[in-house]
């Protein structure tokens, strides 16, 4: 079967068909790949602010561990957003579609959200006025998980299938940079907007100006948007009924996606929904965890947030190339395995104690890690879309790999305060085990 035809009834093939290395190195080069990695800054900048970089500053103002665990829910507006995905997919914003396209003009509305957010953000002080904080930071969520719809509806659209690995490592490539941006960019700005005479106390002020100078980079997301090209769209039909909108819209993404897979479809989202669970768990700790070992900002910001993405850009640019000339299954299963055992160095950096070389050890396996699963991972969601329904499958399915680890990493902070770091980083990596096994009922499906 040709690899860019779409995949039949029942089938899970997602087989690449090897290319010589100077063609896929090619696919790098081309105008298409190069967009990703602007739109995937758009895209990967808005995360931390919300979340990492939130976590940060609230645990410098002296918010507690358990609150801030629990205040990784507002990430869950990623996990479900699946349910104004079909919204995304269908509706023609008035005005803003006309002059744009559907894609653009939910991506350029999007980046608004983010851009108002971003500033209500920069306005609060966690101290005084937390709630006010965190509902901002829900709007924000809001925004970029409608952005995030919107952008892989247009590069799934992009290009064909055989493409989706250059595109996917190249969008990750953007999206790490947008994250080293709104991680490292975040602190080092906050650092260097302190007050010397009031060094050791948290500064909000410092915070205010680090936020607005984020919510200003997102400028740079509009302006790709707007000189990017409408991908081109399956042609519709007539005018419909209310029942046929709610139809066509509503339950026939989902049914497809049923009907193509059968009872298969159940082991892909399984194995869809704890894939990324090591990660994500342990994640809502990380920087707490590098405060309480007595890590400065300019250590946090040049380890995790620079050397660190730079070693996850390579990773994302390893699963890409790898997963161009072998396939997914393989690229994730190794990914898997990779990513599951790096959370057991965080139990080992948890006993050694505050020292910057075994950071800088533990970031390089555990982002090299991440950047390979990710980067086979979002390949390998792209492969399971139907293009005429692109922007809800996807979501659907991004949004089930978040729900199940993001709820679970809400409680991070009452296990840590329970049972330590030690034996939280542990039990993060005994979560991959489930995964593994998954992985392998996949291939044997596959290979039936």
């Given at each position: 079967m040709n690899s860019t035809e779409p995949t039949p009834p029942n089938s899970l093939s997602t087989g690449v068909t090897a290319r010589p290395w100077r063609e896929s190195l090619a696919w790098y080069l081309s105008g298409s790949s190069l967009r990703m990695i602007a739109l995937g800054f758009c895209a990967g900048l808005p995360l931390l602010l919300v979340l990492g970089t939130l976590g940060f500053r609230l645990r410098e103002a002296g918010i507690e561990r358990a609150t801030i665990g629990?205040?990784?829910w507002v990430g869950l507006a990623y996990a479900f957003k699946w349910a104004w995905a079909p919204l995304v997919d269908q509706v023609r914003l008035p005005w803003l579609s006309a002059f744009l396209g559907r894609r653009r003009a939910w991506l350029v509305l999007s980046q608004l959200v983010i851009i108002t957010g971003l500033l209500g953000m920069a306005l609060?002080?966690?101290?005084?006025?937390?709630t006010h904080l965190v509902l901002w930071a829900i709007w924000v969520a809001f925004g970029s998980a409608t952005q995030d719809i919107a952008l892989d509806a247009y590069r799934i659209e992009s290009e064909d299938m055989d493409h989706q690995a250059a595109l996917?490592?190249?969008y990750q490539t953007g999206y790490r940079l947008g994250m080293i941006w709104s991680g490292a960019g975040a602190l080092w700005i906050a650092a260097r907007a302190e007050s010397t005479a009031l060094l050791g106390q948290y500064q909000n002020s410092a915070w205010s100006i680090s936020y607005l100078v984020m919510s200003g980079s997102m400028l740079i997301g509009l302006a790709c948007v707007l000189l990017s090209n409408e991908p081109p769209l399956p042609a519709r039909g007539q005018a419909?009924?209310?029942?046929?909108?709610?139809q066509d819209v509503l339950v026939a993404p989902f049914a497809e996606f049923f009907a193509r897979f059968g009872w298969h479809a159940w082991v892909i989202l399984g194995l869809i929904g704890v894939y990324r669970i090591s990660d994500i768990v342990m994640g809502i700790m990380a920087n707490p965890f590098y405060i309480d070992m007595g890590y400065s900002k300019d250590e946090i910001a040049m380890v995790t947030k620079v050397f660190g993405v730079v070693m996850t850009l390579l990773g994302a640019f390893l699963g890409g190339l790898l997963s161009s000339r072998w396939g997914n299954m393989k690229v994730l299963m190794w990914g898997a395995i990779l990513s599951a055992a790096s959370n057991l160095l965080f139990a080992w950096l948890a006993g050694v104690g505050h020292s910057f070389w075994a950071l800088v050890c533990v970031i390089s396996v555990d982002n090299l890690s991440g950047g390979i699963a990710s980067a086979a991972f979002i390949a390998y969601l792209s492969s399971l879309t139907k293009i005429q329904y692109s922007a809800s499958q996807y979501a659907l399915l991004?949004?089930?790999?978040?729900?199940?680890?993001k709820w679970l990493a809400g409680f991070s902070g009452v296990v840590v305060d329970q049972f330590g770091y030690p034996l939280f980083f542990l039990s993060t990596a005994l979560m991959g085990l489930p995964v593994l096994i998954l992985i392998v009922w996949v291939q044997h499906i596959e290979s039936h």
């Amino acid at each position: 079967m040709n690899s860019t035809e779409p995949t039949p009834p029942n089938s899970l093939s997602t087989g690449v068909t090897a290319r010589p290395w100077r063609e896929s190195l090619a696919w790098y080069l081309s105008g298409s790949s190069l967009r990703m990695i602007a739109l995937g800054f758009c895209a990967g900048l808005p995360l931390l602010l919300v979340l990492g970089t939130l976590g940060f500053r609230l645990r410098e103002a002296g918010i507690e561990r358990a609150t801030i665990g629990f205040l990784s829910w507002v990430g869950l507006a990623y996990a479900f957003k699946w349910a104004w995905a079909p919204l995304v997919d269908q509706v023609r914003l008035p005005w803003l579609s006309a002059f744009l396209g559907r894609r653009r003009a939910w991506l350029v509305l999007s980046q608004l959200v983010i851009i108002t957010g971003l500033l209500g953000m920069a306005l609060c002080d966690p101290n005084a006025h937390l709630t006010h904080l965190v509902l901002w930071a829900i709007w924000v969520a809001f925004g970029s998980a409608t952005q995030d719809i919107a952008l892989d509806a247009y590069r799934i659209e992009s290009e064909d299938m055989d493409h989706q690995a250059a595109l996917a490592s190249m969008y990750q490539t953007g999206y790490r940079l947008g994250m080293i941006w709104s991680g490292a960019g975040a602190l080092w700005i906050a650092a260097r907007a302190e007050s010397t005479a009031l060094l050791g106390q948290y500064q909000n002020s410092a915070w205010s100006i680090s936020y607005l100078v984020m919510s200003g980079s997102m400028l740079i997301g509009l302006a790709c948007v707007l000189l990017s090209n409408e991908p081109p769209l399956p042609a519709r039909g007539q005018a419909r009924t209310a029942k046929q909108w709610i139809q066509d819209v509503l339950v026939a993404p989902f049914a497809e996606f049923f009907a193509r897979f059968g009872w298969h479809a159940w082991v892909i989202l399984g194995l869809i929904g704890v894939y990324r669970i090591s990660d994500i768990v342990m994640g809502i700790m990380a920087n707490p965890f590098y405060i309480d070992m007595g890590y400065s900002k300019d250590e946090i910001a040049m380890v995790t947030k620079v050397f660190g993405v730079v070693m996850t850009l390579l990773g994302a640019f390893l699963g890409g190339l790898l997963s161009s000339r072998w396939g997914n299954m393989k690229v994730l299963m190794w990914g898997a395995i990779l990513s599951a055992a790096s959370n057991l160095l965080f139990a080992w950096l948890a006993g050694v104690g505050h020292s910057f070389w075994a950071l800088v050890c533990v970031i390089s396996v555990d982002n090299l890690s991440g950047g390979i699963a990710s980067a086979a991972f979002i390949a390998y969601l792209s492969s399971l879309t139907k293009i005429q329904y692109s922007a809800s499958q996807y979501a659907l399915l991004s949004s089930i790999m978040l729900l199940a680890p993001k709820w679970l990493a809400g409680f991070s902070g009452v296990v840590v305060d329970q049972f330590g770091y030690p034996l939280f980083f542990l039990s993060t990596a005994l979560m991959g085990l489930p995964v593994l096994i998954l992985i392998v009922w996949v291939q044997h499906i596959e290979s039936h």
